[in-house]
Nanobody, 119 residues
Framework: QVQLVESGGGLVQSGGSLRLSCVASGSGFSVNDMGWYRQAPGKQREWVATTSSEGSTNYADSVKGRFAMSRDNAKKTVYLQMNSLKPEDTAVYYC?????????????WGQGTQVTVSS
């Protein structure tokens, strides 16, 4: 069974840092794009960053310059280094991946990890 498992969330003060991790566990698949999304209370889920299997990365304007996404293809893992955190970054952060099983593509979500930034 393929699943995404996130870790690294927590409570941090404004200006602090956190590092999120997401690993695609299971076998029999390859990983294409991987991304991070977040959902704050009462708001829709929003895109944060995406990295391709070749390593190109794009960021939402709201996190550009503060967040950095990296990827370890051998470990099927992505990381989100979050610096200069603001209270408005408070949200549940979800990992997303496009997985390829033979000729089929699957869009998979993790269970989410809570990030809370206090002012």
């Amino acid at each position: 069974q393929v699943q995404l498992v996130e870790s690294g969330g927590g409570l941090v003060q404004s200006g602090g840092s956190l590092r999120l991790s997401c690993v695609a566990s299971g076998s029999g698949f390859s990983v294409n794009d991987m991304g991070w999304y977040r959902q704050a209370p009462g708001k829709q889920r929003e895109w944060v960053a995406t990295t391709s299997s070749e390593g190109s990365t794009n960021y939402a304007d709201s996190v550009k310059g503060r967040f950095a996404m990296s990827r370890d293809n051998a470990k099927k893992t992505v990381y989100l280094q979050m610096n200069s955190l603001k209270p408005e970054d408070t949200a549940v952060y979800y990992c997303n991946a496009q997985l390829r099983v033979q000729t089929l593509l699957y869009n998979v979500w993790g269970q989410g990890t809570q990030v809370t930034v206090s002012s």
